[in-house]
């Protein structure tokens, strides 16, 4: 079976651009998680949805973030404009209903110039 | 926010030997999870954990959920070169079901 799938792998762009991240969850998952992976901050929650639907968006940094969960195989995590500290993994993963542990795709590593 | 102390930070082994880490919390955690992540690529999980006192087996890894919630270790045996990588603790807590805090992360490193 197919994992979390994470588009693209890196991302280089410059300050002031749109990014924009791409995520399918394991299929029959209906929960899924938006993470960054600094070196000073660790790993964060940014945002988790349910079933498509927003349920906690308090880890997102500030209004530059946005993610959107228009079906069930698709999420993304848009960051306009960006800036250098925006440098970093982002990670997505997936679970289901009733169970603990979350399945994490390989990443995006983002560097923004 | 919740804090999870993990510790080591590092560890420099040989081949052959165990090796142990833990994680402590303040507060009192629903579930306790190890992943391991290698160098470019995302977390996996090693072991789950849902029950206090709960003892958990994955090949040469074993992993516990303490008794007072608040702490849960990850026990590697006979250590082989391929187990390099960093270890991370992870827990639910409060009303939450779903949302991970994670620890810093332990690094291991093992000399053939």
């Known amino acids: 079976d197919a994992g979390v799938i994470q588009s693209p792998r890196h991302e280089v762009t410059e300050m002031g651009q749109e990014v924009t991240l791409r995520c399918k969850p394991i299929?029959?998952?209906?929960?899924l998680f938006w993470y960054r992976q600094t070196m000073m901050r660790g790993l964060e929650l940014l945002i988790y949805?349910?079933?498509?639907?927003?349920?906690?968006d308090s880890g997102m940094p500030e209004d530059r973030f946005s993610a959107k969960m228009p079906n069930a195989s698709f999420s993304t995590l848009k960051i306009q404009p960006s800036e250098p500290r925006d440098s970093a993994v982002y990670f997505c993963?997936?679970?289901?209903?009733?169970?603990?542990?979350?399945?994490f795709g390989p990443g995006t590593r983002l560097t923004v110039l | 926010g919740q804090q999870l102390n993990q510790s080591p930070q590092s560890m420099f082994i040989q081949e052959g030997e165990d090796v142990s880490m833990n994680c402590t919390s303040s507060?009192?955690?629903?579930?306790w999870l190890w992943y391991k992540q290698d160098p470019g690529e995302g977390p996996v999980l090693l072991i789950a954990?849902?029950?206090?006192?709960e003892l958990t087996s994955n090949g040469r890894l074993t992993a516990q959920f303490g008794i007072t919630r608040k702490d849960s270790f990850l026990n590697i045996s006979a250590s082989i070169p391929s187990d390099v990588g960093i270890y991370f603790c992870a827990g639910t807590f409060g009303g939450s079901n779903y949302k991970l805090t994670f620890g810093k992360g332990t690094l291991l490193t093992v000399n053939p």
């Open positions: 299929s029959g998952h209906d929960y």
């Open positions: 993963a997936s679970t289901k209903q009733g169970r603990g542990e979350q399945f």
């Open positions: 949805f349910n079933n498509n639907v927003p349920i906690d």
């Open positions: 954990l849902y029950k206090a006192g």
């Open positions: 507060s009192i955690f629903n579930t």
